[in-house]
Nanobody, 127 residues
Framework: QLQLVESGGGLVQPGGSLRLSCATS????????IAWFRQAPGKEREGVSC?????????YYADSVRGRFTVSRDNAKNTVYLEMNTLKPEDTAVYSC???????????????????WGKGTLVTVSS
């Protein structure tokens, strides 16, 4: 079963930064839009960011993270990154990435059309 692997989560103080990575050795990510989701305990899953396939010219950010998070892709490394700055306690969640073949991040529901998911990495923002 094809799957994505997230890394980079951990414990960080409020105001700090983390960089999450999403990668796989099983297929080429270049043809896929990559979306990032998060789910906090007791809350619904939220789509926080997305980068379109190939050159990544289209990106999306939820209002809750816009200006603090940056998504990017390095197709040579077959990896997509989520740079998270000025982290807040309310950013605490399990962060997962997901792949959408030839996706353009234009759908209101980022989870629609997802082909593959990762299992997630925990981000905890606490002093």
């Amino acid at each position: 079963q094809l799957q994505l692997v997230e890394s980079g989560g951990g414990l960080v103080q409020p105001g700090g930064s983390l960089r999450l990575s999403c990668a796989t050795s099983q297929f080429t990510l270049e043809n896929y839009a990559i979306a990032w989701f998060r789910q906090a305990p007791g809350k619904e899953r939220e789509g926080v960011s997305c980068i379109s396939h190939s050159d990544g010219r289209t990106t999306y950010y939820a209002d809750s993270v816009r200006g603090r998070f940056t998504v990017s892709r390095d197709n040579a490394k077959n990896t997509v990154y989520l740079e998270m700055n000025t982290l807040k306690p309310e950013d605490t969640a399990v962060y997962s990435c997901a792949a959408d073949l030839f996706g353009d991040c234009q759908d209101d529901d980022l989870s629609r059309g997802i082909d593959y998911w990762g299992k997630g990495t925990l981000v905890t923002v606490s002093s």
